[in-house]
Each structure stands twice: as structure tokens, then as C-alpha cells.
């Protein structure tokens, strides 16, 4: 029971790690909340599972679609929205209320869209694609259904959500330690107006960021029919509190540090499950607590607010 | 003299009947809320449609029938969305008494969102219109201000599952179960009497897995290997709508195969579960069987099938599935047209007898409308079924218990 919890907590908190890596982005170069984060997570599944309902597209593309089509569309929004707010006396507080308002709209024109209950994509979906990979590997047909890990057997949704959410946590890591555009965004992260003054176009980072962190989302939303149980327009909400826990627990702006809150978080709600199950919702409120009170930049301890 | 005493009792009749008809309101405010989006928006709107589908009928007729005024006078809804919040909902209940000044009070689907509406109502001395909230602790005999129309009462709703189990449980194998429940009024309630109805049965189950979780649970994976940990020969999910989905959908994508499964859903909100998991995934699940399969003769307005047709007709495009939620909302417009229909005031005491003089007599599509002494519904009981694969693989609910009208013997443990 012990190592069946540890190890569904380390899948499920890669995709955690994976929703709040997005989010991380955004407050790590622009220093604003993105309220309606959550939202466009709901977005993303919503894509996904339009393309599958209309096109059969398996989920595991889709996941590239997503991130491509958000990341396209993250960049006009960026500088529709974010300079302006950035030109305010108070950006970060003005951008709770500007995203607030974005997620009221976002989610009320996909009710209109697609109604109220709850929707999903078949589960097995991702073992089809998981099986298809081993085929190739292997040159004979695989199992299409869970997939045994350590010993212990889980859904292919989950591994291959975990493999996807460790994939997409180094490719962020490579794109900002080894490019050049990476680079610069850190620069941006650490110090905007230093990197003004050197002459970094700091618009053009911020809405390639922008545009990751949307995208990054959209991509996490792919995976949260078979992580989440079902979607809905108005799941944004809570995925984006919970997301911001995560990175508090790891460490605001950090995009690192959230790979560590959402491992936490995920092997802590599912010990939690395990031995308190009447409780384990409480758990992103009482981790951010205890955060807050015992190490207020989060665990990796980046200092990133200058009161 | 007498010339003179029929004129004077004429024109005192005519006067009385011109009062009477000046008192009788342009219209009757029926005040609801409803959940257009949230947890609980896909158990709501369904109930929300049907209610504003008898409300539609009846005004295309010229309103109901109101025998206080002896006449027709159309319906007024006034509906609020609580977006699935209960303090949304506190305040909303609280507009419509007070500010909206309804002449109806009806709660929101679900006992979640119908819990912070019941102190409200009796605080105000408002009739509670419940339709769907069936925590047990709603009713209690010093609270006379609220029906329950359309659901059985949580206490005994779950007493054909267990007269299942512990009747022909045993024969079949099943003597430990496993239980998770969402803690709310609704599964809570329903979770604390199939724990009483068991151990009173003294048949020799046992509880091998007791645990609830909170209602926003959305995954299951590890507690379902906890469950198979515990090697149940039933086991039993209390949930939501979302809950089941996502606690069905664990259960198939991890592969395991339960002897015995038994959850509520799938029977209520069939076309629902079927959209969301694949016909398959409710391949040997048992679950309530509805009178959204049962065909009830009704006896006072639409059969199920001219309902389902109508449904389908008025809300062809408006993404809400028809299910037994659909024929909750229906079914308290009809309880309601009967009790106007014979009530002599709109006094909300009046009203509450009136509803209470159409216990046992009133048939509708949903069974038969029955109440307990504290205003819970006691007749409108479902049955135990189970999907089993027809021909074409598609899951088809069969009756399991009550033996009297089964339509097959239940398949355990399932293949």
C-alpha cells in the first residue's frame, strides 16, 4: 500500500508539476498571477476532446496540437492584455483582477459551447498509443490496457502522462539553461528593468513566455480526462488554486522549484488518500500554509519578491 | 319578501366572486435556483429543464389550475444560478423570499445545494419545495416546512440494496464488503444506513473497507488498490455524477475486475456515464434502476416515453442529457399542479397539506408520490438492477431485486 501511494504520488505529482510549470512561467518573467490558468488547462482538454470526438486524433498528438495552437494564440493575447497591465502601478494585483474577469469569460463561452455536464475521452486511449510504441520497439503487437511499473500496476494513462510531464519539465529546463532565448527570459526573471536597460527586448521574451505558459497549460489539459476523471468548463478554477500551491511549494518564479512542489504535493495527497482519505482535499490549503509560515519562498528558496 | 331576499343573496354571490377574483394574483412566482455550471451543474440542470418544461406546458394551457382562486393563472419562474456554491445558493434562497417575494420556494437539485436552503426556508416559514435533496437530516419532526418530491429519502434508499445483499448476498458469495463514500448528506446518509441495514440484518457480512472522501475527489487510482487490498467480495461506490465517472473510469483503466460492483449513477444519469466511459465500462455494474427505465403507468400527466419525447424535442440542443434527474424536475410540477389544484390557500401550511393529501394517491411517471410523517419521500423506491452485454456488446439494465420484479438473475461474479 505504502509503495503503490509513493509511487501513483510521484506520477500524479509530475502532472502537477506539469499544470504549475506554465503558470510559474508567466509569474517568474512578467511578475503576474494568471487567475485563468486553470482555464486554459480546460481549454486544452476541451481541444483534445474535440479532436478525438471529431477527427478520432489519439490524445498523445494532441498533446503537441495544444501546446502549438496555445502557444500561437498566447502570443497576440500577451500583448493585448500584458503591457498595459505591466504600465499600471500595480501589475501584480491589477493582473487578479484582469485574469479573474478573462476566466469568468473563458468559462462561460465554453458552457455555451459545450454545455455544463461532464465530458471525457475513452481511457483507452493513451494505452493504444502506449501499446503503439512498444510495437515499434518491440515488433510485436502489446497490451493495450494498465502498465506495470516497479512491481506495481498502474493505468497507462498515468505513466504516460508522467513520462510526457518529465519530458516537458527537461525541455523546459533545456530551452532555459542551454538557448540563447532561454538566456535571455532568465535575464528577464531576473531583473526586468536591468534587462531592459541592456538593450533585451524584453516584449518579445515576455510573449514567447506567455505563449509557453499557455501552451504548457493546454498541453497539461490533454492528460486531465484521465487524470481529473471527466472535464468540465468550470474546472479551471480549482486546478489553478491548486496549481498555485504547487509552486509556492516549490518556490514563486522558480520554474525548477515547481517540479519539486508538485512531486510533494502529489505523494502527500496520495499518502493522504491512503490514511485520511476524508481530508485529502484539505491538502494544497494546508501545504501552502505551512509554506507560507515556515519558509515563505518556497523549499527551494529563491527569493523573487521585492516588497 | 322573498323576491326581495334572492335578489340580495345574488348580489352578495356576485360580489363575493368579483373579490374572489380581484384577490387571485396576475400570476403565481415559482422562486428556484439552479447550478449552470460547477460540480454540481450536470445533476441540476437536467431537474432545472424539466421543472421550466411542465412550467412551459402549463402556461400554453393558460396557467394551472389554482383552486384557491378557482381559475387558471399562469406561472411566473424566477431563477437564480448559484454556479454549484452553497453560500451563492444561502444568499439566492434568501432574495427570493425576501425580495422576489415568491409565492413557491423550490430548491436546487442535490442535497448539497438544497442543505443551506432548509434553515433558510424555516426560518422564513417557507414551504420547502425539495426535489432532489435527500439528506435524511433535512427531515425531522419539528421542521413542518418541506416535501421532498421526486427522490426516496436517503435513510431508505439504499434498503433494496441491502435486502439484496443480505437476502441473496450470501448465497451468491458475498460476505465482505468494501464501502467509499463522498461525505456529503446525500451519500453520507446513504453510506450510515446500508452500514445500519447490514449489521441489524445479522447476516453474517462484514465491512472489510469503510472510508469516505470528500465529494471533490476526481481520482481514485490508489484507494481502488487499497480497496483490492482489502479482497472484497462487493464493493460498494456512493458518489456524484463526476465521483462515479471518475471512480468508473479508474476502475477500467486500471484493469481491475470487482466480483461485485455497485454504483449510483449509472442508473440515474444513464446517457451521461454511457457519453463519458464507453457502454462497456457499465458492462455487470449494478446500480438503482430509475423510473428512467421503469416505465410507470402514469396516471397524472405524461408517460415516460411521451415525457422522453417531449425532452428531447424542447432541449435537442441544449447539451443536457435526459435522464432520472430530467423526471425529478417534471415530477414536481406535477406533485405541485395536484396540490394547487386542491389546496384552498396559498397559506404555505395549506400547501404543505395539500402536498400531504396526495401521498399514496398520486402516480406519476416517477412511481408513486408517498411521504413520511416528516415530509421525506418514501415512495418512489428504486429497484436493484445490473448492466449486462447485449447481443451487440451495449450494456442493457435488468432488474435483479426485488425478486418480484426482476427481469434476470444477477451475474456474480462478473465475468
Known amino acids: 500500500m505504502l509503495t503503490y501511494s509513493l509511487l501513483a504520488g510521484l506520477l500524479f505529482g509530475l502532472y502537477f508539476s506539469l499544470i504549475g510549470l506554465g503558470l510559474n512561467l508567466i509569474f517568474g518573467v512578467m511578475r503576474i498571477v494568471n487567475l485563468a490558468h486553470g482555464d486554459f488547462l480546460m481549454l486544452g482538454a476541451f481541444l483534445a476532446f474535440w479532436l478525438f470526438t471529431l477527427f478520432a486524433v489519439n490524445p498523445v498528438p494532441a498533446v503537441a496540437i495544444a501546446f502549438a495552437v496555445f502557444v500561437a494564440a498566447g ?75 516497479l512491481g506495481q500496476t498502474f493505468p497507462a494513462a498515468w505513466v504516460v502522462s508522467g513520462i510526457v510531464s518529465g519530458a516537458a519539465v527537461l525541455l523546459i529546463y533545456v530551452y532555459l539553461y542551454r538557448t540563447r532565448l532561454g538566456y535571455l527570459t532568465r535575464a528577464v526573471m531576473d531583473n526586468r528593468e536591468e534587462a531592459i536597460a541592456t538593450g533585451i527586448d524584453v516584449q518579445r521574451i515576455s510573449a514567447v513566455a506567455f505563449g509557453i505558459g499557455l501552451g504548457l497549460a493546454a498541453a497539461a489539459g490533454v492528460f486531465a480526462p484521465f487524470m481529473l476523471g471527466s472535464i468540465t468548463p468550470a474546472m479551471g478554477g480549482e486546478i489553478t488554486v491548486t496549481s498555485f500551491a504547487v509552486i509556492v511549494i516549490g518556490s514563486l518564479g522558480n520554474p525548477l522549484g515547481t517540479v519539486f512542489g508538485g512531486v510533494i504535493y502529489g505523494i502527500s495527497y496520495m499518502l493522504m488518500q491512503s490514511y485520511y482519505s476524508s481530508w485529502a482535499n484539505l491538502l494544497p490549503y494546508v501545504l501552502l500554509i505551512a509554506i507560507l509560515l515556515l519558509r515563505p519562498s518556497g523549499l527551494l528558496g529563491r527569493q523573487v519578491r521585492r516588497a | 319578501m322573498i323576491r326581495l331576499s334572492i335578489f340580495a343573496l345574488l348580489v352578495m354571490s356576485a360580489a363575493t366572486i368579483g373579490a374572489q377574483a380581484a384577490d387571485a394574483p396576475a400570476e403565481i412566482k415559482l422562486g428556484t435556483l439552479y447550478a449552470s455550471s460547477g460540480r454540481y451543474a450536470s445533476i441540476s440542470m437536467p431537474v432545472h429543464y424539466g421543472l421550466k418544461l411542465w412550467i412551459d406546458q402549463k402556461n400554453a394551457e393558460g396557467g394551472v389550475y389554482v383552486k384557491a382562486f378557482d381559475k387558471r393563472i399562469p406561472l411566473k419562474l424566477v431563477a437564480y444560478d448559484d454556479q454549484s456554491s452553497t453560500a451563492t445558493a444561502a444568499t439566492l434562497y434568501n432574495q427570493l423570499i425576501t425580495q422576489d417575494k415568491v409565492d413557491i420556494l423550490i430548491a436546487d437539485s442535490g442535497s448539497v445545494l438544497t442543505s443551506v436552503a432548509v434553515p433558510i426556508a424555516r426560518d422564513h416559514k417557507m414551504l420547502l419545495i425539495d426535489q432532489t435533496g435527500t439528506g435524511a437530516a433535512f427531515f425531522t419532526p419539528d421542521n413542518p416546512y418541506i416535501v421532498l418530491m421526486a427522490d426516496p429519502v436517503s435513510s431508505i434508499w439504499p434498503k433494496p440494496l441491502t435486502d ?68 472484497p467480495d462487493a464493493v460498494l461506490h456512493l458518489g456524484y455524477a463526476s465521483n462515479d465517472i471518475a471512480f468508473l473510469r479508474n476502475v477500467q483503466d486500471s484493469g481491475i475486475k470487482f466480483k461485485f460492483l455497485f454504483s449510483i449513477y449509472p442508473g440515474i444519469e444513464t446517457e451521461l456515464l454511457e457519453r463519458n466511459l464507453g457502454g462497456k465500462a457499465l458492462n455487470y455494474v449494478f446500480t438503482y434502476v430509475t423510473s428512467a427505465d421503469l416505465a410507470y403507468k402514469a396516471e397524472f400527466g405524461m408517460s415516460l416515453k411521451e415525457y422522453s419525447d417531449a425532452w428531447h424535442k424542447k432541449y435537442a440542443d441544449a447539451h443536457v442529457e435526459f435522464g432520472f434527474n430530467a423526471i425529478a424536475g417534471y415530477t414536481t410540477g406535477l406533485v405541485l399542479e395536484k396540490a394547487l389544484g386542491v389546496a384552498p390557500s396559498l397559506d404555505q401550511l395549506e400547501l404543505r397539506k395539500a402536498i400531504f393529501s396526495l401521498s399514496g394517491g398520486l402516480k406519476t411517471l416517477d412511481g408513486t408520490f408517498e411521504l413520511d410523517a416528516n415530509g421525506g419521500q418514501i415512495g418512489e423506491l428504486t429497484p436493484i438492477g445490473q448492466f449486462v452485454p447485449d447481443e451487440g456488446d451495449k450494456p442493457k439494465l435488468v432488474t435483479v431485486w426485488p425478486h418480484e420484479l426482476a427481469g434476470g438473475k444477477p451475474i456474480y461474479p462478473r465475468p
Open chain 1, 75 to 149: 502570443l497576440p493575447l500577451y500583448y493585448l492584455l500584458v503591457p498595459r497591465l505591466l504600465r499600471a502601478k500595480d501589475p501584480e494585483m491589477l493582473s487578479f483582477i484582469l485574469f479573474f474577469g478573462l476566466s469568468q469569460v473563458i468559462e462561460a463561452v465554453t458552457t455555451i459551447a459545450f454545455g455544463t455536464s461532464e465530458r471525457s475521452i475513452p481511457g483507452d486511449q493513451l494505452g493504444r498509443a502506449v501499446a503503439a510504441v512498444v510495437s515499434v520497439f518491440t515488433g510485436h503487437k502489446a497490451e493495450t490496457g494498465p502498465v506495470e511499473l
Open chain 2, 164 to 231: 439484496f445483499l443480505t437476502h441473496d448476498g450470501p448465497g451468491l458469495g458475498i460476505k465482505r464488503i468494501a464501502m467509499l463514500y463522498a461525505t456529503n448528506d446525500f451519500t453520507g446518509t446513504q453510506a450510515n444506513s446500508i452500514r445500519k441495514f447490514i449489521t441489524e440484518s445479522n447476516s453474517g457480512i462484514e465491512f472489510v473497507f469503510d472510508q469516505g472522501v470528500p465529494t471533490e475527489t476526481s481520482n481514485y487510482t490508489v484507494l481502488l488498490n487499497n480497496i483490492r487490498a482489502s479482497n
